[in-house]
């Protein structure tokens, strides 16, 4: 099974060279493409994980395949939960005009 961790987004060590001279908006909507990537691939793995847990009801299966299933399906969670919290403080930063 593909771990939780591997969804979170990678940071670049080396600025990328297109941001060289880039304005603040142009660099403000790179991040929130990185940002919004991150959530698809969150979503995406909420639903790969609930597909599984479904074939997993549908057949005998182990309890411990079971548990290790719904102890990635909370890791997931957590981790969307903390998205949302960032997404949030963003938006106290940035408000809308």
């Known amino acids: 099974m593909k771990s939780a961790r591997r969804t979170r987004p990678t940071q670049r060590s080396q600025p990328d060279p297109r941001h060289r001279g880039a304005g603040l908006e142009e660099r403000v ?3 929130l493409t990185d940002l919004s990537a991150y959530a698809l691939r969150l979503d995406i793995e909420c639903h790969r994980l609930d597909a599984r847990f479904d074939e997993l009801t549908q057949r005998e299966s ?3 395949e079971r ?3 719904v102890r990635e399906r909370a890791e997931i969670a957590e981790e969307i ?3 949302r919290g960032i997404i949030a403080a963003l938006h106290e930063q940035f408000p809308q005009q």
Do not use: R
């Open 81 to 83: 939960c903390a998205f």
């Open 29 to 31: 909507n790179d991040a």
């Open 62 to 64: 182990s309890a411990a």
């Open 67 to 69: 548990k290790a299933l």
